[in-house]
């Protein structure tokens, strides 16, 4: 069995499991696996059996759709961290059952906002680089809601996270920092850019709660931050908030 055809699973010394993920094994849905078990020979221990569980699960490049039913029984009770990138996941609901995660790598997955995330109170880093996402509000509210503890967050690639690879204004880019940054008290790192004292306590000031409710559309409303509407089409509308208790002279800095 080579390495392409096999998922890592590794602890903190190095690799502990070798799973065999060929898309004969791992492919097959959730319902299709329901009732089955993983082989005997499928997980191969590369050190003495009184060894620890691993706590490092790697999935990525593995064409799934979904994680299957038999991984999740197997690893879900103490995976901390979890790799699922370059793979067709669209559902996280599965994520639920694993209590001790703390590191979630989901890049290059066909994830939207409007994903259920279920609840990882212990999660403190989470990439969802290059998916799907278009829309920042709710679904960031969700996301606070899902995972309070953040401390790195990285979005780049996403139609919601504006820059100039993706045909975003610096100004677009800075409010969309801004408005993310406001959401996670304990994020230190957003994207490539580390949060600074500066930006957190301009964010604070900018997206206050009274702010947020002036700005929340009435029903049949224009959705001021909703996935049909871009942080150019609400430029003037916030800059006619800030500009009433903005500092004369002060510059934003990134």
Same mark, same amino acid.
């Given at each position: 069995m080579s390495l392409d055809e096999s998922t890592r699973c590794e602890d903190e010394e190095g690799v502990i499991a070798i799973i065999d993920v060929t898309s004969e094994v791992l492919v097959d849905s959730v319902t299709a696996m329901s009732l089955s078990v993983i082989p005997p020979d499928l997980i191969q221990s590369v050190h003495d059996a009184g060894e620890e569980e691993p706590t490092k699960l790697t999935l990525a490049y593995e064409r799934l759709y979904e994680l299957p039913r038999t991984i999740v029984e197997r690893f879900a009770d103490h995976i901390k961290y979890l790799d699922i990138s370059h793979n067709k996941i669209t559902n996280l609901d599965v994520l639920v059952h694993f209590k001790h995660l703390t590191s979630l790598i989901a890049d290059d997955n066909p994830i939207t906002?409007?994903?259920?995330?279920?609840? #990882?109170?212990?999660?403190?880093?989470?990439? $969802?680089?290059?998916?799907?996402?278009?829309?920042? &509000?709710?679904?960031?509210?969700?996301?606070? =809601?899902?995972?309070? =503890? /953040?401390?790195?967050?990285?979005? #780049?690639?996403?139609?919601?996270a504006p820059s100039y690879f993706n045909g975003g204004t610096f &100004?677009?880019?800075?409010? &969309?920092? /801004?408005?993310?940054?406001?959401?996670?008290?304990?994020?230190?790192?957003?994207?490539?850019?580390?949060?600074?004292?500066?930006?957190?306590? =301009?964010?604070?000031?900018? &997206?206050?709660?009274?702010?947020? =409710?002036?700005?929340?559309?009435?029903?049949?409303? /224009?959705?001021?931050?909703?996935?049909?509407?871009?942080?150019?089409?609400?430029?003037?509308?916030?800059?006619?908030?800030?500009?009433?208790?903005?500092?004369?002279?002060?510059? /934003? $800095?990134?």
């Open positions: 906002e409007n994903c259920f995330l279920p609840p #990882m109170p212990r999660l403190q880093l989470l990439w $969802l680089n290059r998916c799907k996402i278009a829309s920042l &509000y709710p679904w960031v509210g969700k996301l606070k =809601e899902s995972c309070p =503890e /953040l401390r790195l967050l990285s979005l #780049m690639g996403n139609p919601a &100004y677009d880019y800075l409010q &969309y920092r /801004l408005f993310v940054i406001s959401q996670f008290p304990s994020l230190n790192h957003l994207d490539d850019r580390k949060v600074t004292d500066d930006q957190r306590a =301009e964010a604070q000031r900018l &997206y206050r709660r009274p702010l947020l =409710e002036r700005l929340r559309p009435a029903p049949g409303g /224009l959705a001021l931050l909703g996935a049909s509407v871009t942080w150019n089409s609400v430029q003037n509308k916030l800059t006619s908030f800030w500009s009433k208790d903005k500092p004369q002279g002060r510059n /934003l $800095l990134i």
